[in-house]
């Protein structure tokens, strides 16, 4: 994990003065990077465009950082670091009162929150998850890999006790950050978790959850 400096103490309103190496933080750079990479992917990010943005001089993030590729790594190391321990966190301390229908449902809304309170990182797994590559498998093994263990383990147990109507975890995944089509507009994500989606089974899960059923008449 990324060691990343503090905010700097308060100053004048404004861009940085240029070239001045303590008038920004890495996480700023890192967050204002992550904006980069999720919206123009990483072939069409320039850091010194990035440090246009930030107002600062054009040479201070290679100088402190390295370079693009060193700059990506770090910034998702920041950004899903901090997702994925929030997740994690709140995996834990899951009250132990809840059964585990339950306990899949609040981690999956916590999992929902926390993505759309920070769009960035989804769009940068979309920007990576068609072909596969070096920076995919990074996201998977470290961010994803996580969390799709925890889910790979309650989704079998909740299946065995007919709690459930699938046990794959790439399914709900996607349905999760995508909807039914996600596993195959993504096909390189797909193929990481190991797993065909069934676009039938797709398909069922969502009619079974949109439907009204008799109960709910």
Do not use: C
């Not at 998850?129 to 093994?141: E, K």
């Not at 989704?155 to 089509?181: C, I, N, P, Q, W």
């Amino acid at each position: 994990m990324v060691t990343y400096a503090p905010p700097v103490a308060m100053r004048a309103r404004g861009r940085p003065p240029k070239g001045d190496p303590d008038s920004i933080s890495d996480a700023a750079i890192f967050e204002a990077s992550l904006q980069a990479f999720a919206e123009r992917g990483f072939e069409g990010t320039s850091m010194r465009e990035v440090a246009r943005d930030l107002g600062i001089s054009h040479n201070l993030i290679p100088q402190r950082l390295g370079s693009k590729e060193d700059v990506w790594y770090a910034a998702v190391n920041h950004g899903f670091g901090a997702l994925l321990n929030e997740l994690l966190q709140e995996i834990n301390e899951a009250s132990p009162e809840l059964d585990k229908v339950a306990r899949l449902r609040a981690s999956v809304v916590r999992f929902v929150q926390a993505n759309a309170a920070r769009p960035a990182l989804v769009r940068i797994i979309n920007q990576e998850a068609v072909s596969p590559g070096p920076r995919l498998d990074y996201l998977f093994d470290n961010f994803i890999e996580p969390v799709r263990q925890f889910g790979e383990t309650i989704l079998r147990d909740l299946k065995a006790l007919g709690a459930v109507r699938t046990e794959s975890v790439a399914l709900l995944y996607f349905f999760m950050t995508h909807g039914a089509g996600g596993a195959f507009a993504l096909p390189a994500l797909t193929e990481r978790f190991g797993a065909t989606v069934d676009p039938v089974e797709a398909v069922d899960v969502l009619f079974d959850g949109l439907t009204v059923r008799p109960t709910d008449a």
